[in-house]
């Protein structure tokens, strides 16, 4: 008997390791991705505890990864001339992993995208660049997906892991307002500077109307973004030209204290794009196609919690598609049904939980005028450690099982 044939749509971050899963449970899945070859998007992310529990799963997987882990969280304030610590946080590895199982670990996204890839490859899945997805026509047990080269497949189900932009999120339920938050973010990676040399940190660094978070990536590199209060600015994570680049690294943030300044003066490849919010979807899926992850449920960065949280979907339909499908044989629309609907009416709840946090969250850090953005320090001071953060931290990152049922 042939493997039952899956599309999964995008290869990001999402979308390979969904396919790695599918394929060693006896699944035939396919990666269509819009995009030419690998490496564009993000510059960065921080992969937390909950996270890299799903993909420990994957046998040698946690060992290849190219990130660095911080050994301590430091809030700070950087405010009318003055620089003040607010929290000092020991979190090393061995920290972490006694409290949670698994370390904080920064990585420049494009190295683990392309880890990723190439264990998804090594698994035997084919990926085919350059293919748009853009109709989706459904029969009684399969779904034929046409691109945008004209190239057409059908599979038993699809999956849409096309990110932000998802085009399979359009498909089904219709192209959606995006409205400006307000908010923008400049970013990008750097060399370590020399107030930052020898040190592992996780640093938030708290301004007048400004935030910045900042780690290192492995390499000698640190990644940074800066959270403002802008006009409204598009959204797009394409790299700045060179002219604005270097309007940047001159601008008003490059003489930041805590080593922020130094950041911004040495940035490659600066990014800035505004941060948007997306109508909250009542379901994500329709037939025989579902979403997964930021085509689900697009959050903004300030929980630094979204790729993370697509891992956690995927561990979830996994379980699912086990427990309704154990032989892995061709489902039914209505077995998928039970599937999908057992996955959202989970997951649906808890992202859109986290997307209100996080958007708090960024509301939260950057406030303008003196007054305020004192009391927005001494929020972050006492607030801290607090017994309500610890139990919404353990929450967060204990999830998404203890013992694996996928």
Not at 60 to 77: A, F, T, V, W, Y
Not at 232 to 241: A, G, L, P, S
Not at 272 to 290: A, M, N, Q, T
Request: aromatic share 8%.
């Amino acid at each position: 008997m042939e493997n039952i044939r899956v599309i999964v749509v995008g290869a990001g971050i999402a979308g390979p390791v969904l396919a790695t899963f599918l394929k060693t449970r006896g699944y035939d899945p396919i990666i269509y991705e819009r995009l030419p070859s690998a490496g564009e998007g993000g510059l960065s992310l921080m992969l937390q505890p909950n996270g890299l529990r799903v993909l420990s799963l994957i046998p040698g997987l946690l060992e290849q990864i190219p990130g660095h882990s911080p050994d301590r969280m430091i809030h700070c304030s950087a405010l009318d001339g003055k620089e003040d610590i607010l929290v000092d946080s020991y979190m090393s590895p061995d920290t972490m992993r006694e409290l949670y199982g698994f370390p904080l670990m920064g990585v420049q996204r494009a190295e683990l995208q392309r880890l990723l890839i190439d264990t998804a490859e090594k698994h035997g899945i084919e990926i085919k660049w350059g293919h748009q997805a853009i109709e989706f026509e459904q029969t009684e047990d399969a779904v034929e997906v046409t691109f945008a080269n004209g190239a057409r497949d059908v599979a038993s189900f699809v999956v849409g892991c096309d990110g932000l932009h998802s085009n399979t999120r359009i498909a089904l339920f219709g192209k959606e307002k995006a409205d400006f938050t307000g908010l923008a973010q400049f970013a990008g990676l750097s060399p370590t500077p020399p107030a930052l040399q020898g040190k592992s940190e996780l640093v938030n660094i708290y301004g007048n109307g400004r935030h910045m978070v900042a780690y290192p990536v492995g390499g000698g590199k640190r990644f940074w973004a800066i959270t403002t209060r802008e006009a409204e600015v598009k959204e797009d994570w394409k790299t700045q030209k060179v002219e604005q680049q270097d309007e940047i690294r001159r601008g008003p943030l490059s003489t930041w204290g805590f080593g922020a300044g130094e950041l911004v003066k040495t940035g490659q490849k600066i990014v800035k794009h505004g941060l948007y919010d997306r109508p909250e979807l009542k379901s994500w899926f329709k037939g025989r196609i579902v979403l997964l992850g930021d085509a689900a449920h697009p959050t903004s960065p300030h929980l630094g919690q979204g790729a993370n949280q697509a891992f956690e979907d995927i561990y979830h339909l996994m379980r699912l598609l086990k427990k309704y499908n154990p032989s892995a044989g061709q489902p039914s629309t209505e077995l998928l049904s039970h599937v999908f609907r057992d996955y959202q009416d989970l997951r649906l709840p808890r992202t859109s939980e986290l997307v209100r946090g996080a958007r708090k969250q960024g509301e939260a850090r950057v406030v303008e005028g003196i007054d305020a953005c004192r009391a927005r320090d001494e929020g972050i001071r006492a607030g801290f450690n607090s017994d309500a953060a610890k139990r919404s931290q353990y929450e967060l990152l204990s999830g998404p099982f203890k013992d694996s049922e996928m």
